[in-house]
Structure formats: structure tokens, C-alpha cells
């Protein structure tokens, strides 16, 4: 098939002047899928579903890895700051495809990373102190504020994105 199909395309493209890199391209069946600018492609079971690559969320929770490692020392504030970015970046390009499940499974795999951050801060005091201090209020249990003095009596607080929050708005 792939030698059939090849000489096809790459006699189409070279009509209007586009060619085919031999290096990048590569013909695969829509069964077993591929990945195509950060989303995988994949007919299961005779449905075609888009989602986000392995790639693409490896590189989110590096991301995320590597600006909590640079910010041991920064205040929530300043992290939260620095991480929403990058979560509302990677999370929206992919938010019109079948992407819910992916993005709640990101933010379970960001949590322990924000534990670990959050429990290196203060190492002498115990797990409750830091869900406390850290991780409020308690009955939701995985949000990450942080509040700031603005002024007189005004405070600011301000949370972290959560991937699983994005809406999926579906092309029409």
C-alpha cells in the first residue's frame, strides 16, 4: 500500500510545488494511529477520536517539573503565577477534541509534583500543616490558592488552573 501511495501523493504535492521530506513522513493505517502536531489520531473500535499525544503531556509535567524545581524558594504566589501559563497554554489547544479524561489525568500527575514542592518548604512540620497552609480550604482537597495583602483590608487570592476545568467546546 505504502508504495502505491507514496509516488501518488508526492506526484500531487510537487504539482503545486510542495514535497515530501522522506525523513518525516511516514503512512500508517488509522487503526493504529499517529501523532500529528500534539494530538494523537485514532479510529477505536470504528470511531475516529482525536486526543492529546503521550508526547505533549510528557512535555506539560517536564515543564511543570522544571519551573517548580527553579522555584524552590519563590513564595505560592509566584509559583502560581508561573505554572498557570503553561497549564491554560497546553490546555486549550487541545480542548475542542476528547480530551477530558487526558486533562484530569494531568491533574492528578501534577499534584504530587506541587506535594513534593509544597513539603520540601517548610521539612520540620508535618503533612496535615502543609495541606493546611498549602492545599485550602480542606473540603477541596487539590486546590492550590494563594492569597496576597493588596492593600488596607483587600486581599487577593488567586488559584491554580486545573487542566480538568477546561471546557471541551466541540467544532461545529
Known amino acids: 500500500q505504502e508504495q502505491i501511495v507514496q509516488p501518488l501523493l508526492a506526484n500531487f504535492l510537487q504539482e503545486r510545488g510542495l ?17 500529528f502536531l500534539g494530538q494523537h489520531i485514532k479510529k477505536y473500535s470504528g470511531k475516529l477520536l482525536i486526543k492529546p499525544s503521550k ?11 522544571s ?9 505560592q504566589w509566584n509559583v502560581i503565577k508561573r505554572l498557570n501559563p503553561l497549564i491554560r497554554g ?6 475542542h477534541v476528547s480530551a477530558k479524561e487526558t486533562f484530569l489525568q494531568m491533574d492528578y500527575k501534577i499534584n ?9 518548604r517548610p521539612p520540620s ?9 498549602y492545599f485550602f480550604p480542606p473540603e477541596q482537597w ?31
Open 19 to 35: 514535497r515530501l521530506s522522506p525523513n518525516k513522513t511516514k503512512i500508517s493505517h488509522i487503526d493504529q494511529g499517529f501523532d
Open 112 to 120: 504530587p509534583k506541587l506535594w513534593k514542592w509544597a513539603r520540601r
Open 90 to 95: 497546553w490546555s486549550y489547544y487541545p480542548h
Open 67 to 75: 519551573t517548580l524545581k527553579s522555584n524552590q524558594t519563590a513564595s
Open 55 to 65: 508526547g505533549s503531556c510528557q512535555r506539560l509535567l517536564e515543564k511543570v517539573k
Open 125 to 133: 512540620m508535618g503533612a496535615k500543616w502543609i495541606k493546611r497552609q
Open 142 to 172: 487539590g486546590h492550590f490558592p494563594a492569597s496576597q495583602k493588596e492593600g488596607l483590608d483587600q486581599t487577593e487570592t488567586i488559584h491554580l488552573l486545573r487542566a480538568g476545568q477546561t471546557p471541551i467546546q466541540r467544532h461545529r
